[in-house]
């Protein structure tokens, strides 16, 4: 009979407790031992002696896993991570959840039409509260998801922002402890800032500078899922239908709102006779990115996304080339 496999890393309480939780609530606890070793293993390698779960740290680990795994494999160890993300949560210990479970080549995000973002922020102003949504105050869902538009903020950034993070004289957001264990200044448009500052005075003018500006009823940060539903809720409205795709897919989620802001980017500056390559360092700063060519993908999506620009482009390009012979 196979030795079963001994926790030996500082979460070993947690897996311990984790686990147990889930066989008392039926669940089989055996595969979930061999998705957990390779984590447990992945901190006793990188000495990591603190209880916290940062993007680095589970992005190594993911990068640690076999090449060869296949996609839906990799997607199960994701669900089963994110799940004890979340247990962990409840026990008071900092534990990052990706917003895309696996970093999937053949994935081709979904950018919003200029008609569907203008359709999507009307029934986000329309929507309506009711129990399935928790309780998600109506101001607080379209405060987030222009932020998500208007400075391309991944949704836990929004979601962790604090009040003494926005700076309202400059229109500057602080961003903190985001991806890659960074902080980064966002500066905001006019318009926005004018948004957000009524927001403030409607939503925290007696609030310490400490406090969240979205949190739940403990004062912690919204919780992500919250959103979805409610964005779920607008897609419906707004007559955005998400797309037939196999199971596990990624379909249209909050985070194509940040794809849609890098492609509006490029699309204006291309529109204002800017040169979009020598822009996209820029744009790979203000939205957190570790290296410019996460940036650059949005310069092929924008091509593949606006006729304006690809009508520009023909007709710069005319008579430019020799004809070909018939």
């Not at 606890?29 to 740290?57: C, G, M, S, W």
């Not at 991570?81 to 995000?109: C, H, N, W």
């Not at 926005?166 to 890659?180: E, F, I, M, P, S």
């Not at 690809?310 to 007709?315: K, L």
Request: proline letters at 4%; one cysteine or more.
């Amino acid at each position: 009979m196979r030795k079963q496999y001994e926790y030996a890393s500082i979460f070993t309480c947690e897996f311990t407790g984790y686990l147990a939780l889930r066989k008392s609530q039926g669940h089989q606890h055996t595969r979930e031992l061999h998705y957990f070793k390779t984590l447990d293993q992945y901190f006793i390698e990188k000495n990591i002696l603190v209880k916290a779960l940062t993007p680095d740290i589970v992005e190594g680990w993911l990068q640690s896993l076999p090449e060869n795994m296949s996609v839906n494999t990799k997607i199960v160890y994701m669900s089963h991570y994110t799940q004890f993300a979340k247990y962990l949560g409840t026990l008071g210990i900092t534990a990052f959840i990706p917003e895309r479970s696996v970093d999937d080549k053949s994935y081709v995000p979904y950018v919003f039409s200029a008609d569907e973002i203008l359709r999507l922020f009307t029934a986000a102003d329309n929507v309506v509260s009711n129990a399935k949504t928790q309780h998600f105050t109506d101001i607080d869902f379209p405060m987030i998801l222009r932020l998500l538009y208007g400075c391309g903020l991944r949704l836990n950034e929004a979601l962790r922002l604090r009040i003494a993070d926005v700076d309202l004289k400059t229109g500057v957001l602080l961003v903190r402890n985001a991806k890659g264990n960074k902080d980064r200044l966002v500066p905001m448009d006019g318009t926005l800032t004018d948004i957000i500052r009524t927001f403030m005075l409607t939503r925290h003018s007696d609030m310490p500078s400490d406090s969240y500006i979205f949190p739940n009823r403990k004062g912690e940060p919204r919780s992500d899922a919250v959103f979805r539903v409610w964005f779920n809720l607008a897609l419906k409205k707004a007559g955005i239908t998400k797309l037939n795709l196999p199971r596990y897919s990624r379909n249209i989620c909050p985070h194509c709102i940040r794809h849609t802001f890098a492609v509006t980017s490029f699309r204006k500056q291309e529109r204002a006779g800017i040169d979009m390559y020598a822009a996209a360092p820029y744009l790979s700063t203000y939205m957190g990115h570790d290296k410019i060519y996460g940036t650059e993908l949005y310069l092929h999506m924008t091509a593949e996304n606006s006729e304006d620009v690809i009508e520009q482009t023909t007709a710069y390009s005319k008579g430019l080339f020799p004809e070909a012979p018939r």
